[in-house]
């Protein structure tokens, strides 16, 4: 629930600072990966239109879901990412109604989404897969998945993973089968993360929070992927609202409380774009779209008009100089310490 920053990042400057818009046309394209797919820099993401306050800390309407969805097939931005355990299937029903209303997918539009455990009993084996991209197939009304991640493995072990007949064994026979085009992992350590990349089995990789301007720990697998040819995927570049909103309107960082080093160091950022009248949330997208190693930036949202505010923060002009005064600031960048963003959030 971006509204109160972007309002301000958008709405209120846009006269103030005009001079700093760039009339650049549509979102650019890059090829995603290896794959012979092209997808926009900028990606929707769409795990708040499944309803999830627990996560997000507010509730997103069907009808606003379906606004946005609506919006997003007519913008700009060619490319959507959700997942089977976003709401337990509520984002995923809810962008198959509007595929249903439009009789399909807009043409050259790429929809992504992500195979699950068992949210209930927390099964994560080969038929668990297959039964969660049975069920995205259904609820999406699509008979096949042009992209499908193998979502969250660190709710399991690597060995269960990879072990014959596992998880990742059963989307890689529903990529043979033709029922997943590019086959993807979405997770959260970096290392576990790296891992599976090195397995050389993947089209593609998402990593979230984990490179924005407060936490870089995911540099070494944007090194490894990019490196292997992977599409890289950095989703959650605001770190869940507090570099769009701002520190003091939400101190909040990958789905709880920041920590009070993280708030501080917000808010010196935010000083710093303020000197160079550029929006905080402006910066934040910018950080993860200037990058060459990433293909494209998953950014949540939650209402219609939160697309044409993104694309309009992609492109502000920002002066060179402001990168390296955000990078004094400081940030965690060291995966091999304990500094992964979750990791008070999920016990196992």
Known sequence: MLRPYVSRAVRGWRNRYHRHVLDTGPVAEKPFGKTGL???????????LGDMPETFAYSVSEQNALDTV????????RFMDTAASYGDGESERRIGLVI???????????????????LQTGDFGGEQMRRSVERSLRLLGLDRLEVCHLHDPEHATFEEITKPGGALDSLV?????????????????????????????FDAVITHNR???LNRTADPLLDVASKRGLAVLNAAPYGSGILAKGPDAYARYAYQDASPEI????????QICADHDVPLAAAA????MRDPRVTS???????????????????????????????????????EAILDPERNRWQR
């Open 263 to 270: 708030v501080d160091r917000a808010r010196k950022m935010q």
């Open 38 to 48: 092209r997808v926009t820099s900028l990606c929707i993401g769409c795990a708040p």
């Open 211 to 213: 490179y924005t301007l």
């Open 285 to 288: 997208l910018q950080f993860s």
């Open 100 to 118: 249903r209303e439009q009789g399909g997918l807009p043409t050259g539009y790429v929809l992504g989404t992500k195979a699950d455990r068992d």
């Open 297 to 335: 930036t998953i950014v949540g949202m939650s209402k219609p008009e939160r697309i044409s505010q993104t694309v309009e923060l992609a492109q502000v002009k920002i002066p060179e100089s402001i990168w390296s005064e955000l990078d004094a600031v400081g940030y965690e960048g060291n995966v």
């Open 70 to 77: 609506r919006t997003a097939f007519a913008s700009p931005i």
């Open 173 to 201: 026979k529903l990529k043979a089968e033709g029922v997943i085009g590019a086959l993807g992992v979405a997770g959260g350590p970096i290392d576990m993360e790296i891992r599976y990349v090195e397995l050389g089995v």
